[in-house]
């Protein structure tokens, strides 16, 4: 068997720790490039949660609104307070839901305060038109009390709602629209 002598022990000893101080390092970049990539995803994942909670508390906003709306029109005895200058408009006069205009001072109606929203949800109704009831034979009158349904004869006005709410950032906003009738 052959042996090595001290100086050539001591120069194998030298390189082998050279090597697995390299083999650590190069382990060691590994690591931290994973660490960083998952901090990375995490991050983004945190991102997307937040975006679509605060989409969340827009549309709450928005059907808050909407609700109000239909609150309003149920007390409506006649269509006589539409124009085409809003919140209340003739048909055809309706603003463009997706200008920033629309949402500011007298083109829509602030529904009332909302907890968690940028802005303060906002509305405009438009008279859409008239129902004609068929006198019972198969018409919207055959509904009976539902959604909108008031007694009395007469024809059943129908009325396109619009609402908009803010998340709480005021980034993310939803746009809801909706159709009611009431016969006045």
Do not use: C
Not at 15 to 27: E, I, N, R, T, Y
Not at 117 to 140: H, K, M, S
């Amino acid at each position: 068997m052959h042996r090595l002598n001290s100086a050539q022990q001591f120069k194998f000893q030298k390189k082998q720790k050279g090597v697995a101080l390299f083999v650590s390092l190069v382990f060691l970049l590994i690591l931290s490039v994973l660490g960083v990539s998952s901090m990375n995803d995490t991050i983004m994942q945190g991102k997307m949660a937040s975006a679509i909670q605060d989409g969340n508390v827009a549309l709450q906003g928005a059907e808050t609104a909407l609700r109000v709306a239909e609150d309003a029109i149920e007390d409506f005895a006649s269509t006589s307070g539409f124009t085409a200058i809003g919140p209340l408009y003739t048909q055809g006069s309706a603003p463009d839901p997706f200008a920033a205009t629309t949402w500011t001072g007298n083109a829509s109606r602030e529904a009332g305060v909302v907890a968690g929203q940028a802005d303060q949800p906002r509305y405009f109704i438009e008279l859409a038109g008239t129902v004609v009831d068929l006198g019972g034979d198969g018409g919207v009158s055959e509904v009976g009390n539902g959604y909108g349904a008031s007694g009395g004869s007469g024809d059943i006005k129908t009325f396109r709602i619009v609402a908009r709410g803010t998340g709480g950032t005021g980034i993310s906003q939803r746009i809801v629209e909706s159709f009611y009738g009431k016969r006045l």
